[in-house]
RNA sequence: CGGGGAGUAGCGCAGCCUGGUAGCGCGCUUGGUUCGGGACCAAGAGGCCGGGAGUUCAAAUCUCCUCUCCCCGACCA
């Protein structure tokens, strides 16, 4: 490709709606351009880096058998009704009406249509195993888009699907997938880790997520430091102290104070006013369900896991009660309610079983207790697992210390189970002729955040270092004077050659000046840079600088194509 | 949805408080000089000052309404 008729809008400066290093890099490298909130047009370079991706999932789909398919994005509601998550979707479902009145949305995954076709298509268990796989625009309607591509409501993604007989079966398939996205992301120069997850909307029985380690990432990772441990903190487990049962020394019983507390409401204003350490306090949490409002206690240094609360109560339907709610029950305003005299369930977690002595709100404004003691003073319902992981917290496998690390979530695999299949009816025959149902998993990489995440992983301050296998271009050609035959020559003759040899390469035959190459180069980031020079040249030599590490060669010109090639091959390989 | 911020040339911004000629840097066009790290000189093009209503002799500037974008939170493959 010549420069000089590409579309390459580079920026110098920094666009002042971009945060993080890859939106901005992505906007000034030319290789995104933002249609309106969440929605990006992808320029030639972004492209040809997103099209990169693909080929490699596609490589890798294919060597662990799956099928390539194309699914529509607009899809009717009768489909997603079927399965309730019409319903259950939320405002992120992207809903319109056709000209005839009847409802549809945007597909933001497609479990649906796949078992869809699963249900007319798979009747024996001897077209099974099966995983169909696309890579296709998706929408989700996103409260907040944000980091450019990274969090976007527009995405390209790749979402596959496997169909087995059974659960043993569907372990392996899972396992398939588990192995061929860590190749995914490895062949394209990431440094990332597989984590334990939460399953979401999308259901099932248990799932990984991907994770590339970047500052930037909006999720957190806790993984041990002794043994192979790791999961999203929104799923991770922790060891409990063992100090769990509740101490019933009534001789340890203080007695119970109220104390005033003009305006401290928050844990952290209490605890000050009150010179006493979060952990001395108790949380009192008042949320509305639909099966009535419930309280929950977690310690003041602890957050509750709503996912947890959600399950223990059997219910999707919760949130944290309004503030008139939360007045009519305590008989207080927000910041003062405390567990004594609540007429709902009060549900505590179990760090709390070992507390004495304890602080809570006094359900009366301006108004705290201090040495509240279960069983004396009230009473809990369920002592249950209510809490999130807290930086200390121990692993759950060994024990051992864990740490966190910030990471973005590039691909995410489910065991779905037969969640989809059983409710749109998606069954087969057995050997025996018996009719059972299609046990399911569901796969996702976002190619476009893959792309963001590998720029999130790899720049420097002059712009992007691509990984060779996702660069859009491998090779750039950089002649420092189009002006000067001897280096415009050589420049088209090495172009000639090394396009002849298959090699990606961009030939900058703009008539800029050398310094406005060299910074497009680096901002663009183009894995290896030939520079042609006019006093190289003279001696037969051309330079070829690596723009990951900043080594420079400088080697003969007739050897540069089979120089090039071999640097290509071998970070390609890794 | 709550809180905060911003919409002025393609991009980055000033001007607004205190109403009166729309400006700067980068980019773009033309000519010339330059040519190994975002060159220089000269001449240019480019604006419904987000939109609507109002106040005023006069509105980018004041008032009200509205739309959009960004950030924090809630939420979320």
């Given at each position: 490709?010549?420069?000089?008729?590409?579309?390459?809008?580079?920026?110098?400066?920094?666009?002042?709606?971009?945060?993080?290093?890859?939106?901005?890099?992505?906007?000034?490298?030319?290789?995104?351009?933002?249609?309106?909130?969440?929605?990006y047009?992808?320029?030639?370079?972004?492209?040809?880096?997103?099209?990169?991706?693909?080929?490699?999932?596609?490589?890798?789909?294919?060597?662990?058998?799956?099928?390539?398919?194309?699914?529509?994005?607009?899809?009717?509601?009768?489909?997603?009704?079927?399965?309730?998550?019409?319903e259950?979707?939320?405002?992120?479902?992207?809903?319109?009406?056709?000209?005839?009145?009847?409802?549809?949305?945007?597909?933001?995954?497609?479990?649906?249509?796949?078992?869809?076709?699963?249900?007319?298509?798979?009747r024996?268990?001897?077209?099974?195993?099966?995983?169909?796989?696309?890579?296709?625009?998706?929408?989700?309607?996103?409260?907040?888009?944000?980091?450019?591509?990274?969090?976007?409501?527009?995405?390209?993604?790749?979402?596959?699907?496997?169909?087995d007989?059974?659960?043993?079966?569907?372990?392996?398939?899972?396992?398939?997938?588990?192995?061929?996205?860590?190749?995914?992301?490895?062949?394209?120069?990431l440094?990332?880790?597989?984590?334990?997850?939460?399953?979401?909307?999308?259901?099932?029985h248990?799932?990984h997520?991907?994770?590339?380690?970047?500052e930037?990432?909006?999720?957190?990772i806790?993984?041990?430091?002794?043994c192979?441990?790791?999961?999203n903190?929104?799923?991770?487990?922790?060891?409990?102290?063992?100090?769990?049962?509740?101490s019933?020394?009534?001789?340890?019983?203080?007695?119970?104070?109220?104390v005033?507390?003009?305006?401290?409401r928050?844990?952290?204003?209490v605890?000050?006013?009150?010179?006493?350490?979060?952990?001395?306090l108790?949380?009192?949490?008042?949320?509305e369900?639909?099966?009535g409002?419930?309280?929950?206690l977690?310690?003041?240094?602890?957050?509750?896991?709503?996912?947890?609360?959600?399950?223990?109560?059997?219910?999707e339907?919760?949130?944290?009660?309004?503030e008139?709610?939360?007045?009519?029950?305590?008989h207080?305003?927000?910041?003062?309610?405390g567990?004594?005299?609540?007429?709902?369930?009060?549900l505590?977690?179990?760090d709390?079983q070992?507390?004495v002595?304890?602080?809570?709100?006094?359900?009366?404004?301006?108004?705290?207790?201090?040495?509240?003691?279960?069983?004396?003073?009230f009473h809990?319902s369920?002592?249950?697992?209510l809490?999130?992981?807290?930086?200390?917290?121990?692993?759950?496998?060994?024990g051992?210390?864990?740490r966190?690390?910030?990471?973005?979530?590039?691909?995410?695999?489910?065991?779905?189970?037969?969640?989809?299949?059983?409710?749109?009816?998606?069954?087969?025959?057995?050997?025996?002729?018996?009719?059972?149902?299609?046990?399911?998993?569901?796969y996702?990489?976002?190619?476009?955040?893959?792309?963001?995440?590998?720029?999130?992983q790899?720049?420097d301050?002059?712009?992007?270092?691509f990984?060779?296998?996702?660069?859009?271009f491998q090779?750039?050609?950089l002649?420092?004077?189009?002006?000067?035959?001897?280096?415009r020559?050589?420049?088209?003759?090495?172009?000639?050659?090394?396009?002849d040899e298959?090699?990606?390469?961009?030939?900058?035959?703009?008539?800029?000046?050398?310094?406005?190459?060299?910074?497009?180069?680096?901002?663009?980031?183009?894995?290896?840079?030939?520079?042609?020079?006019?006093?190289n040249l003279?001696k037969?030599?051309?330079?070829?600088?690596?723009r990951?590490?900043?080594?420079?060669l400088?080697?003969?010109?007739?050897?540069?194509?089979?120089?090039?090639?071999?640097?290509?091959?071998?970070?390609?390989?890794?």
């Amino acid at each position: 490709m010549r420069y000089s008729k590409y579309l390459l809008p580079t920026l110098k400066e920094i666009p002042s709606e971009a945060e993080v290093p890859s939106h901005q890099l992505m906007l000034r490298a030319g290789m995104i351009r933002k249609l309106t909130s969440g929605i990006y047009s992808y320029l030639p370079l972004g492209l040809r880096s997103i099209r990169k991706v693909e080929g490699i999932i596609r490589e890798e789909m294919n060597r662990a058998g799956a099928i390539e398919v194309l699914l529509p994005i607009v899809l009717p509601a009768e489909l997603w009704q079927e399965t309730h998550r019409w319903e259950e979707y939320g405002k992120e479902l992207l809903r319109f009406k056709d000209r005839h009145n009847r409802d549809y949305c945007m597909g933001p995954t497609q479990e649906e249509v796949i078992t869809d076709i699963a249900r007319r298509e798979i009747r024996s268990y001897r077209q099974m195993p099966i995983n169909l796989f696309q890579i296709q625009t998706k929408f989700r309607d996103e409260i907040r888009p944000r980091f450019g591509v990274m969090r976007a409501r527009e995405f390209i993604m790749k979402d596959g699907y496997s169909f087995d007989v059974d659960e043993k079966n569907a372990d392996e398939s899972y396992q398939k997938m588990y192995d061929a996205y860590s190749r995914v992301f490895a062949r394209c120069g990431l440094k990332f880790k597989v984590v334990e997850a939460e399953s979401g909307l999308i259901g099932g029985h248990f799932s990984h997520e991907f994770m590339v380690l970047a500052e930037t990432g909006e999720e957190i990772i806790v993984s041990c430091t002794h043994c192979s441990y790791a999961a999203n903190i929104e799923k991770a487990e922790f060891k409990r102290s063992d100090r769990t049962s509740r101490s019933e020394d009534p001789n340890l019983f203080k007695p119970l104070q109220k104390v005033r507390t003009p305006n401290q409401r928050t844990v952290e204003e209490v605890t000050q006013f009150l010179s006493v350490s979060p952990k001395e306090l108790v949380k009192t949490l008042i949320f509305e369900t639909d099966k009535g409002p419930i309280a929950a206690l977690v310690r003041g240094d602890h957050e509750i896991n709503e996912k947890k609360l959600k399950a223990i109560l059997g219910t999707e339907n919760l949130q944290l009660a309004s503030e008139e709610t939360v007045e009519e029950i305590t008989h207080a305003p927000k910041g003062f309610a405390g567990p004594l005299g609540l007429s709902i369930p009060v549900l505590a977690d179990l760090d709390i079983q070992s507390m004495v002595n304890f602080v809570t709100g006094g359900n009366q404004k301006d108004a705290h207790l201090l040495h509240v003691n279960i069983g004396r003073d009230f009473h809990i319902s369920q002592f249950v697992d209510l809490r999130k992981f807290t930086q200390g917290d121990r692993c759950p496998l060994c024990g051992g210390e864990t740490r966190w690390d910030k990471g973005i979530e590039v691909g995410h695999i489910f065991k779905l189970g037969t969640k989809y299949s059983k409710a749109m009816g998606a069954a087969y025959l057995d050997e025996q002729g018996k009719e059972r149902i299609i046990v399911m998993g569901t796969y996702g990489i976002g190619v476009g955040r893959t792309v963001a995440a590998a720029i999130e992983q790899s720049y420097d301050e002059h712009g992007i270092i691509f990984p060779m296998p996702i660069a859009p271009f491998q090779v750039l050609i950089l002649p420092v004077n189009m002006k000067i035959d001897l280096i415009r020559e050589t420049a088209e003759e090495l172009y000639r050659i090394l396009l002849d040899e298959g090699v990606e390469v961009l030939l900058d035959d703009r008539e800029e000046t050398p310094g406005v190459k060299f910074k497009d180069a680096d901002l663009i980031g183009i894995p290896l840079k030939l520079t042609l020079g006019e006093r190289n040249l003279n001696k037969g030599l051309v330079e070829i600088k690596k723009r990951r590490t900043g080594e420079v060669l400088l080697i003969k010109k007739e050897e540069a194509v089979s120089g090039i090639r071999e640097m290509i091959r071998m970070e390609i390989e890794g």
